[in-house]
Each structure stands twice: as structure tokens, then as C-alpha cells.
């Protein structure tokens, strides 16, 4: 009962998609990063894929694991279940996407479903309901780690590890290098 606290989103997530870097049928292939994220208080549960829309398996699974844990709140049949990619914001072009990490797609579509644009605004609005969470199936990097610290959004863990391309930030809606200056920042470009 009530809203899924951070052990359990993250846990939730790894059960639900799979652990990246691990696969059922035992190949090297890594299963694909989901993230599921949620502002406590509001109706709606953000699902992304890096790579891809969900599908409607993918969010029936969802809503049934949900209805499993006997979690309410955010989440109450598939219209509650919000595809972060069609929310999210760029100007930037798809094949830049890979440095589009499942975590920062959530955070851009919690801009525009909540019609704010700025860091300052979600965190505020954040602290007024009660917290959020973004979860993963994966640890979370080290820019989106200190991104979610910066906003006050809780999420499973972090390796601590930086992206091999480029980081993606979705209040500048830039994509920082691994080779520039910005990717050396706690958050590149800021929040
Ligand atoms: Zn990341």
C-alpha cells in the first residue's frame, strides 16, 4: 500500500525489465536501460526505454506488476502509464539520442507534462508534493546521479561511472562530449 519508496521502484525496475549487463537466455547481449519515474502526489507513472517507445506489452506488464504490489497513488490502468519519449523535448536530432540517458528523458517530460521548463521550478514543485523517484534497471551514471541529488529526486543507486559518448542535459538541451569541458562537471551545463 501507498506510494513504491526507492528500494522497491529500483527493485521493481530490475524485476520487471531486467538487470542490464545481464540477460535470461544467458548471451553477452545487455538487455536495453527502462526507467520508471513518478512525483509523489501526482497521477501518472513516466516509463521510458532508451532507444525505443514502449510498447503496449511493455506498459501492461507495468500496470499488472503494479497492481501485484498493491501500490496506488500514481498509477491506476494503462492511461496512467506516460511514455516519457513522447513528452520529452529536443531540438536535437534523433541520431544524437544515445547520449539521451533514460533518466534525463523522465526529468524532460516531467518539465512539460507540469508546463515548467526550469531546474529551480521542479525542484520546488518536487519539495511542495512530497519528493519523486527515478528509477532504472540499472545503477545510475554519475552525471544523471548528481543531476536527480541537485533536484531532490531519489533513485536506486549509482556506479559512479561517466558515459563512454556524451551526456545529455534536458534543461540546456545539449549534448555534452566526453571529450569537453562540461563532461568534467558534477552536472554538464548545469542545472
Ligand atoms: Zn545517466
Request: aromatic share 8%; glycine share 10%.
Amino acid at each position: 500500500m501507498g506510494e513504491p519508496k526507492k528500494d522497491e521502484l529500483y527493485k521493481f525496475c530490475k524485476d520487471i525489465f531486467g538487470e542490464r549487463g545481464k540477460t535470461d537466455d544467458g548471451t553477452t547481449k545487455q538487455a536495453p536501460t527502462y526507467a520508471v519515474g513518478l512525483i509523489h502526489g501526482q497521477m501518472g507513472v513516466y516509463v521510458v526505454k532508451q532507444g525505443g517507445p514502449i510498447n503496449d506489452d511493455t506498459a501492461k506488464k507495468v500496470v499488472n506488476a503494479w497492481k501485484e504490489k498493491e501500490w496506488d497513488g500514481n498509477l491506476k490502468d494503462i492511461w496512467s502509464v506516460i511514455d516519457a519519449r513522447n513528452l520529452a523535448t529536443s531540438q536535437l536530432r534523433k541520431n544524437e539520442w544515445t547520449s539521451f540517458h533514460a533518466e534525463a528523458l523522465v526529468v524532460s517530460a516531467m518539465l512539460s507534462a507540469n508546463n515548467i521548463t526550469t531546474a529551480e521550478q521542479l525542484k520546488a514543485g518536487i519539495k511542495d508534493l512530497g519528493g519523486a523517484l527515478i528509477c532504472s534497471n540499472c545503477p545510475a551514471c554519475y552525471h544523471c546521479a548528481k543531476m536527480l541529488d541537485g533536484l531532490g529526486i531519489g533513485y536506486g543507486e549509482t556506479d559512479g561511472k561517466k558515459s563512454l559518448t556524451g551526456w545529455w542535459n534536458p534543461f540546456t538541451d545539449k549534448a555534452y562530449p566526453q571529450a569537453s569541458k562540461e563532461f568534467k562537471d558534477d552536472v554538464p551545463g548545469g542545472l
